[in-house]
């Protein structure tokens, strides 16, 4: 699965659990995130917001790690 975030209303926080990596976004700035591939049936990651934050964690079940870009298309770190 693969989702965008976006800053639209001023600067957005993006966090990654379990490790805890941080993400600033200026407003109008995106991140394209990537969760690892989970079974059928399965949740494969979750996606938390609150004013300013975003938290992106992987499912239990996940294989891998997840992975996002920034807007300029290069992989940023997750883990």
């Given amino acids: ?5 976006s800053a639209f ?3 957005l926080t993006v966090q ?15 991140l394209d995130v990537a969760f690892p591939p ?7 990651g979750h996606i938390d917001h609150s004013p300013g934050m975003v938290t992106v964690s992987e499912s239990i079940s996940s294989k891998g790690w997840t992975r996002a870009w920034n807007a300029a298309g290069e ?5």
């Fill in 38 to 44: 989970v079974p059928e049936g399965q949740v494969g």
């Fill in 75 to 79: 992989e940023i770190t997750t883990y």
């Fill in 16 to 30: 990654f659990e379990p490790s805890g990596m941080e993400y600033e976004l200026a407003e109008g700035d995106h």
């Fill in 1 to 5: 699965m693969r989702v965008r975030i």
């Fill in 9 to 11: 209303v001023g600067p």
